[in-house]
């Protein structure tokens, strides 16, 4: 069965420091992607980083990297940097291949406290 | 404007009501999507759709009924609201391509509330 797994409930980080989210999946399909969204406490949801399966390098966007480790089937997010706006909770998600759909499969998510 | 829109943003609603929650987009992407969010479990997909003739459930999809009026509009239904189905509501849409970055895109959620 497809899953992501976010093992940490709760992250704080100091202002300025490096933070990384923990996320696997489990998949036997060979093509997938991978996602980090943020979502504040107003609710939207915001894209942050895409990992393609197939991608050879780590996917980089400003602040944040994405340590792709395809054999242990993990897709940690890293921020750089920390900023007291990051606090918010991030999700970690895995888009199936279903026939041209792009369903997503979230994790249960990580809240991020950025402490001055 | 976002190119995803969700109606309402925010609403109450009474336990046995009918509640419509629309979503309308300017992307021109044909699929849509409508995602339930409960806290400490992520997102979960209630219904997809590729155009207005493809309704699919998703794997929650009990309780609740979709209709395409258009490419761009995607419609949820509670035909009788219960509490448990209190929870953000999550609009989104992608192009056809599965295979290159970021192409799904997300409404900015409606908070529903069944009393």
């Known amino acids: 069965a497809q899953k992501i797994t976010q093992t940490q409930p709760g992250m704080f980080v100091q202002e300025k420091e490096a933070v990384t989210l923990d996320c696997t999946y489990d998949?036997?399909?060979?093509?997938?992607?991978l996602f980090w969204y943020k979502q504040p406490s107003s609710g939207e949801m915001i894209f942050l980083i895409y990992?393609?399966?197939?991608?050879?390098q780590n996917a980089t966007e400003g602040r944040y990297s994405l340590n792709f480790q395809k054999a242990r089937k993990s897709a940690n997010l890293v921020i750089s940097a920390s900023q007291l706006g990051d606090s918010a909770m991030y999700f970690c998600a895995m888009r199936r291949p279903s026939g041209g759909y792009n369903k997503l499969i979230f994790g249960a998510g990580t809240r991020l406290a950025v402490h001055p | 404007d976002a190119d995803v829109t969700q109606t309402p943003r925010n609403r109450i609603t009474k336990t046995g009501k009918r509640i419509m929650l629309e979503c309308s987009q300017t992307?021109?992407?044909?699929?849509m999507y409508w995602y339930r969010q409960d806290p400490g479990l992520g997102l979960r997909l209630i219904y997809y759709s590729f155009d207005v003739k493809d309704i699919n459930k998703g794997e929650i999809s009990d309780g609740y009924s979709v209709s395409r009026q258009a490419q761009a509009k995607f419609s949820l239904s509670l035909e009788s609201a219960i509490p448990n189905q209190t929870a953000l509501y999550f609009c989104?849409?992608?192009?056809?391509?599965?295979?290159?970055?970021?192409?799904?895109?997300f409404g900015e959620g409606s908070w529903l509330t069944v009393v």
């Open positions: 990992q393609g399966s197939y991608d050879q």
């Open positions: 989104a849409t992608s192009d056809s391509d599965a295979l290159t970055g970021n192409t799904i895109y």
């Open positions: 998949t036997s399909d060979p093509s997938y992607g």
């Open positions: 992307k021109g992407h044909d699929r």
